[in-house]
């Protein structure tokens, strides 16, 4: 549900009203130009566009001038179709707006939200166009935003996901939303839909409908933090941490706001080697290192401009020991766009509900030495979108699965030393009781930029699990499972909390190997009152046992072909 929201929110914060659109068009005018491989040959093409494929699969690659490519207007309202017999079905196809079509536009608003999208349909499920990132470019249908800026353009780009449509539905939308930057001269440059076609699909007698394409901008504008303080009414008692929501982090405030922008405020425009940071800082300052907490509530949508991270300010008294500063997640919307949003410092991002948007292959979260990808106790995050976005690890970084939290890996993980100075690292996290790690057939795990790429992800099995088969043989290879060793005193082995205990307790047995384990219980006089089976697998294995009915001091017998312990147990009566 929390994917929907997202989307309804991006949407939420564009305008609704015709005439307001930064740029769009409905394809229904034409113009009638020469082939530009052949002028023997005329073609149709939507005013202002051109259709074209190329021989590496790129974008701006060199272009295929074997082949004409044009629209036929579509009875009876002048649609255009593309003809996909025209096309080289092993190859993407691209449909490009000319730069005419952006000409005279005025400059993007700076630090705004802006949702890019086309949508179009095609004749038959056949030809339904490929989702995700495991093509060229990483996109196999989607689009491509060229802003021009102070500098390189930047790319901004948009995956079309798989979702779940209907056999019988033909109808696709590929939206993005992005924010702008500070900078007044930003404008639209380029906006390139990109098609891939299932391969082996023969595509004769069968056409792609194209229905509309828009850039909209925002009519609201976000709520932009450029800095987050802290004081003693931010104060929590309980977790000994401050807690501050992006509502009341917002340097233009005075409205209000859903949709917020974690804003780059460097003098240049930014790059990896250019970042800009977002300061936590506490009123008045501690002399000992805090904990701020910058919290996304339901409701709420989050965008993080390019190369803008969270940090904090230095402690009272020191030039060298920093605040710590965590995203937390607690129900909304983190959109991620554009390239990485760096985590490090012993800082954390902490999920306990909501989404973690990835619009792109690029969209990143970097975690450096000492800090943290947290999952909250009983919460899962879906990391991904159909194969869209990656998770960096660096040397000294780790997931932070609490007890029954979950983790969803459903883009790449990739795991790196993120340091060319140091020699081969691993990396290790913990799985406590209830905990899960699952990837995805859409998942990938590399260690393709580690040092020698020995790197691999070792996994204390304290237990939790993993669910790994849907991964790549050779990417489940690099999944290390350590197992604590079980005691040679089987007794140590077993232990129970609470003990005396009012309706349920936990046991927890430590095995070697997969085994069965027989729980007997017995009364003080020798009558056996209860006996039940459990299957334990290597590591930490936690049960909520059957009990007694009536309250009284009992044994409680625990064995296996590892061992045998009789514990003495008692369950109190109801108050």
């Given at each position: 549900m929390q994917k929907i929201n997202f989307f309804l929110l991006c949407i939420f914060c564009t305008t609704t009203a015709f005439g307001q659109f930064y740029y769009s068009t409905a394809f229904f005018n034409y113009d009638t130009l020469p082939c530009p491989f052949d002028n023997t040959k005329t073609l149709v093409f939507p005013k202002g566009w051109y259709l074209y494929q190329t021989t590496d699969d790129t974008w701006a690659g060199p272009v295929d001038s074997s082949r004409c490519i044009g629209v036929e207007p579509f009875a009876p309202f002048d649609q255009p179709r593309i003809d996909l017999s025209q096309i080289d079905p092993q190859k993407a196809l691209f449909l490009r707006a000319r730069s005419s079509?952006?000409?005279?536009?005025?400059?993007?608003?700076?630090?705004?939200?802006?949702?890019?999208?086309?949508?179009?349909?095609?004749?038959?499920?056949?030809?339904?166009?490929?989702?995700?990132?495991?093509?060229?470019?990483?996109?196999?249908?989607?689009?491509?935003?060229?802003?021009?800026?102070?500098?390189?353009?930047?790319?901004?780009?948009?995956?079309?996901?798989?979702?779940?449509?209907?056999?019988?539905?033909?109808?696709?939308?590929?939206?993005?939303?992005?924010?702008?930057?500070?900078?007044?001269?930003?404008?639209?440059?380029?906006?390139?839909?990109?098609?891939?076609?299932?391969?082996?699909?023969?595509?004769?007698?069968?056409y792609l409908y194209l229905d509309y394409a828009s850039v909209e901008p925002g009519n609201v504008s976000p709520g932009l933090i450029s800095e987050v303080t802290v004081g003693p009414n931010n104060y929590n008692s309980t977790s000994g941490e401050y807690d501050i929501n992006v509502g009341d982090a917002v340097s233009n405030g005075g409205f209000f706001f859903e949709n917020f922008i974690l804003q780059y405020t460097a003098p240049t425009f930014p790059s990896a080697q250019e970042p800009s940071y977002v300061i936590g800082s506490i009123d008045p300052n501690s002399p000992e290192q805090e904990t701020i907490n910058l919290i996304v509530n339901p409701f709420q949508t989050l965008e993080i401009q390019p190369f803008t991270y969270l940090a904090g300010a230095l402690v009272a008294g020191s030039d060298t020991l920093r605040h710590l500063v965590n995203l937390v997640n607690n129900g909304g919307d983190i959109c991620m766009n554009f390239v990485d949003?760096?985590?490090?410092?012993?800082?954390?991002?902490?999920?306990?509900?909501?989404?973690?948007?990835?619009?792109?292959?690029?969209?990143?979260?970097?975690?450096?030495?000492?800090?943290?990808?947290?999952v909250l106790e009983g919460s899962t995050l879906h990391y991904g979108n159909d194969g869209t976005g990656m998770l960096a690890l660096c040397a000294g970084s780790t997931i932070a699965l609490e007890r029954n939290a979950t983790m969803i890996v459903d883009g790449v993980l990739n795991m790196s030393e993120c340091n060319n100075d140091i020699p081969p690292q691993q990396l290790y996290m913990d799985l406590p009781p209830g905990s899960k790690l699952i990837f995805t057939d859409k998942a990938r795990l590399t260690n393709r930029y580690s040092q020698g790429q020995q790197m691999h992800l070792n996994v204390r099995m304290l237990g939790g699990t993993?669910?790994?088969?849907?991964?790549?043989?050779?990417?489940?290879?690099?999944?290390?499972?350590?197992?604590?060793?079980?005691?040679?005193?089987?007794?140590?082995?077993?232990?129970?909390?609470?003990?005396?205990?009012?309706?349920?307790?936990?046991?927890?047995?430590?095995?070697?190997?997969?085994?069965?384990?027989?729980?007997?219980?017995?009364?003080?006089?020798?009558?056996?009152?209860?006996?039940?089976?459990?299957?334990?697998?290597?590591?930490?294995?936690?049960?909520?046992?059957?009990?007694?009915?009536?309250?009284?001091?009992?044994?409680?017998?625990?064995?296996?072909?590892?061992?045998?312990?009789?514990?003495?147990?008692?369950?109190?009566?109801?108050?």
């Open positions: 079509e952006f000409a005279g536009q005025p400059s993007l608003e700076p630090n705004a939200l802006y949702n890019a999208g086309i949508n179009f349909h095609v004749s038959d499920a056949a030809t339904l166009p490929v989702p995700g990132t495991g093509c060229i470019e990483d996109m196999c249908t989607g689009l491509f935003i060229g802003i021009a800026v102070p500098g390189p353009q930047r790319i901004q780009t948009g995956v079309l996901n798989g979702g779940n449509f209907p056999p019988n539905y033909f109808y696709r939308d590929i939206n993005t939303c992005f924010p702008t930057e500070y900078f007044f001269s930003q404008n639209l440059n380029e906006l390139i839909a990109k098609f891939t076609f299932p391969p082996g699909a023969d595509l004769n007698g069968h949003f760096v985590v490090g410092g012993g800082d954390e991002f902490r999920y306990g509900s909501g989404s973690l948007y990835m619009n792109n292959a690029f969209s990143c979260m970097k975690f450096r030495s000492e800090s943290a990808l947290r993993i669910d790994d088969a849907a991964l790549a043989p050779q990417d489940r290879e690099l999944i290390r499972r350590i197992y604590p060793e079980p005691s040679p005193e089987f007794a140590d082995n077993v232990s129970i909390a609470p003990n005396p205990f009012a309706d349920v307790f936990s046991l927890i047995y430590l095995a070697g190997k997969p085994e069965t384990v027989t729980l007997r219980w017995t009364s003080i006089s020798g009558q056996t009152v209860g006996e039940e089976t459990r299957q334990a697998l290597p590591g930490p294995n936690e049960w909520q046992p059957d009990t007694p009915e009536t309250a009284g001091v009992y044994l409680l017998t625990v064995e296996s072909e590892s061992g045998r312990v009789t514990k003495k147990v008692v369950k109190l009566g109801k108050q």
